[in-house]
């Protein structure tokens, strides 16, 4: 099977690791990059490798950390890891379990060239909710905002989303960056940035500020009535004009996600002279991006039910039927619910979001629609596919797991 190989392939690649590092030599930093060219494809391993995969992720982890190790093999290792990370439950586990910002934290500052390491732990810190500052990440966040503050234009970028990402709905990071010695400077940088030319650096500066100062002064000068307007045709021309790009499309909606969580935002979003027609283009957004994109579409989806008012709105959008170009009549929702597995490993985060919308257009229609038996005969078909989490896999990834089956059974119960 093709899974043996790959799996094979990255077992291959601690052995040379291990080896380059007992045995120093041109030759065993050779072997190592031609194991990391054979396992490229390694991401696309089936769940039920995880165990193994796992445990040569731990074993890389820990050689990482060896202040021995050569920068050659830190970034060679690095780079495996950034392969592994393209997985929900690998990328989560390479953070909670693993500790990977560990020695990714004292390899940052040493970087000469290439900014793997940065580009690693910009892909490791998207979307994870359980970091809190510690010594480590305090030493992250500290020489990543100085980055900032020191206009490194070229890299610019990929230091915003750094922070952008700790910051994303961390109350504990938000409080400690706002208590750093430099943070009015950082401020006024982040000001700065809303001029820049880079479309993408002005939607994260622009998150940043969202989530460190918008319920105060600052926030509420920055985010007034008269101001959002110009932002949220920023955020959704860029949503639209980049649906189909991962990173434009992912910056847009998370900052339209963390605007909308506060209600005086909510507010002032309904009243968005642009709002039925971006919701009906987000909704069909959602048959046209990629899997990488999707769960972030459908999360901000979630959000807009959220909104007072808009559940409604979004139920109507997301089960009106809609023909294919092969003819077939389909609702987006039953669409997006046709491609979702439960439990999932391998895109975790889209099948919780994907649950989430559902739940909120059951509640919605709840009493007597037409679309009802529909989604029911949908809801069918998911359960038919559930099965308990393999469980040498991992408790990180059981829980997963779990957590998608027990959405699940709520929605059931909300139905029966």
């Known amino acids: 099977m093709a899974s043996d190989k790959k799996l094979c392939d990255l077992q291959k690649f601690c052995r040379a690791v291990e080896k380059a590092m007992s045995m120093p030599g041109e030759d065993n930093c050779r072997e190592i990059d031609r194991q990391l060219e054979v396992m490229q494809s390694f991401s696309e391993v089936s769940p039920s490798y995880c165990s193994e995969a796992f445990d040569s992720i731990s074993a890389l982890v820990k050689i990482l950390g060896n202040p021995c190790t050569s920068s050659t093999i830190s970034k060679s290792i690095m780079t495996a890891l950034r392969i592994q990370s393209k997985w929900d439950a690998r990328r989560d586990s390479m953070v909670v379990q693993h500790n990977v910002l560990l020695p990714l934290s004292l390899i940052l500052p040493k970087e000469q060239d290439g900014n793997e390491c940065l580009k690693l732990i910009q892909q490791l810190t998207y979307g994870i909710r359980t970091i809190c500052p510690n010594g480590y990440i305090e030493d992250i966040i500290r020489f990543v905002v100085n980055k900032i503050i020191s206009q490194v234009q070229d890299t610019m970028l990929e230091y915003v989303d750094v922070l952008a990402n700790l910051c994303q709905r961390n109350v504990t990071v938000q409080a400690f960056v706002k208590g750093l010695p430099a943070i009015h400077t950082l401020q006024r940088k982040l000001l700065s940035n809303l001029s820049d030319s880079n479309v993408s650096v002005v939607i994260l500066s622009l998150h940043i500020l969202a989530s460190l100062f918008l319920t105060e ?200």
């Not at 009106?320 to 979702?340: D, E, K, N, W, Y």
């Open 217 to 416: 002064e600052l926030g509420t000068r920055i985010f007034s009535s008269n101001n959002m307007e110009q932002s949220f045709q920023l955020a959704f021309s860029v949503l639209f004009a980049y649906g189909t790009n991962t990173a434009g499309a992912i910056y847009a909606a998370d900052l339209l996600v963390g605007l909308l969580s506060h209600q005086r935002m909510q507010a002032v979003f309904k009243k968005y002279g642009q709002l039925q027609d971006c919701l009906h283009k987000t909704v069909s957004l959602l048959s046209r991006v990629e899997s990488a994109v999707l769960a972030k579409m459908t999360e901000l989806c979630v959000v807009f039910c959220r909104v007072p008012g808009l559940r409604v709105v979004m139920a109507k959008l997301l089960l009106q039927r809609r023909t294919t170009l092969v003819g077939i009549h389909m609702f987006p929702l039953g669409s997006l619910l046709a491609g979702v597995t439960v439990p999932s490993v391998t895109s975790s985060h889209l099948t919780l979001s994907t649950l989430d919308l559902l739940k909120e257009v059951i509640e919605e229609v709840l009493t007597g629609s037409e679309y009802m038996e529909q989604m029911k005969f949908t809801l069918v078909q998911i359960a038919s596919t559930c099965k308990l989490p393999d469980y040498t896999q991992g408790d990180y990834v059981i829980c997963s797991c779990l957590l998608q089956l027990s959405q699940l059974l709520s929605i059931w119960s909300d139905i029966l």
